[in-house]
């Protein structure tokens, strides 16, 4: 089906009764102002859950809607078709393939693009469906990476680059009971958070691919990291740096090395934090679907 063109996706959430039009035209406003999409900037303030907005999706744009895909057996080399990065940069998941046609689970389907780059990579007509980022990452990692993303309330990302002073920072936290995930650069520091969703991010400003500030203004630009409270830690620290970093939006920043009692209870207070912000965001329910995943 194509996608219908007649209908934006504010109007779909009109008529779904999800929002009411002047909600919509104040939260275009928002949208435009900070160069963000509909969907996105909705689910930022907390109004819509992710499922919410894949639904009114696959209405736009005529797509169906999957979930459950961390459950779905999938050939190695119907997973060889998208790279983990490309899967994580995009949020795609490609669940089958049958008479030459990719089925590829979406959580942005206006991505036309990086449709196009399949279709002529790999000779293969893909048929996109929707899903939400979170089951989409939940696949990701039993899939690609062989683990499983249980949520943990007191969970923390630590991305430095440097082993020994990554376990100056591990060991107290760890110690204190706290589940502590390790990242090592700006990007697996970004592909980690969107996988476990921390509590708290704690980073280096000094890394080999970046620095602390390009992690924090990438989890900014998502909306399932950019509720996250981050710490930058700095071995090179100057009050200048200090008040860009709050300005820039970090929770807190801290001189390296760092004691642990100053750690923990700097810690403590932006988890306590970070709990007081972030959405509840419903699970969504898993559902046998290969059976249907080419129809008519």
């Given amino acids: 089906m194509p996608p219908n063109e007649k209908l934006k996706l504010g109007e779909i959430l009109i008529q779904q009764k999800l929002l009411t039009p002047v909600l919509v035209e104040r939260i275009l406003g928002i949208a435009n102002s900070t160069h963000r999409r509909l969907g996105q900037t909705l689910e930022d ?36 078709l998208v790279s983990m990065e490309a899967a994580f940069e995009h949020r795609v998941f490609p669940l089958q393939v049958r008479d030459n046609r990719l089925a590829l689970a979406m959580a942005d389907p206006t991505n036309t693009a990086f449709i196009g780059d399949l279709k002529a990579t790999h000779n293969l007509t893909v048929v996109p469906f929707v899903a939400t980022t979170q089951e989409i990452m939940k696949a990701i990692a039993k899939k690609y990476m062989n683990e499983l993303l249980e949520p943990h309330a007191n969970s ?91 300005q820039r939006g970090f929770f807190d920043y801290i001189s390296a090395p760092v004691r642990d009692i100053t750690l923990l209870s700097r810690v403590s207070r932006a988890v306590a934090a970070g709990k007081a912000y972030m959405p509840h965001r419903p699970s969504a329910s898993a559902t046998g679907f290969i ?6």
């Fill in 45 to 80: 303030l907390g109004l819509l859950t992710g499922e919410e907005i894949a639904k009114a999706l696959a209405v736009q744009f005529g797509y169906k809607i999957v979930s459950g895909i961390a459950e779905l057996v999938i050939p190695p080399e119907t997973l060889r």
């Fill in 156 to 246: 923390i990302l630590v991305v430095e680059p440097d082993y020994r002073d990554r376990q100056t920072i591990v060991a107290p936290l760890s110690k204190q009971g706290y589940t502590v995930v390790e990242g090592v650069d700006t990007t697996e520091g970004f592909q980690l958070a969107l996988l476990h969703r921390p509590g708290l991010v704690v980073t280096a400003k000094q890394m080999p691919d970046g620095d602390g500030f390009s992690l924090f203004t990438t989890l900014q630009s998502v909306a399932e990291t950019r509720r996250i409270p981050v710490i930058l830690l700095s071995l090179r620290a100057t009050p200048e740096e200090e008040a860009m970093a709050y």
């Fill in 291 to 296: 059976d249907e995943v080419y129809v008519g």
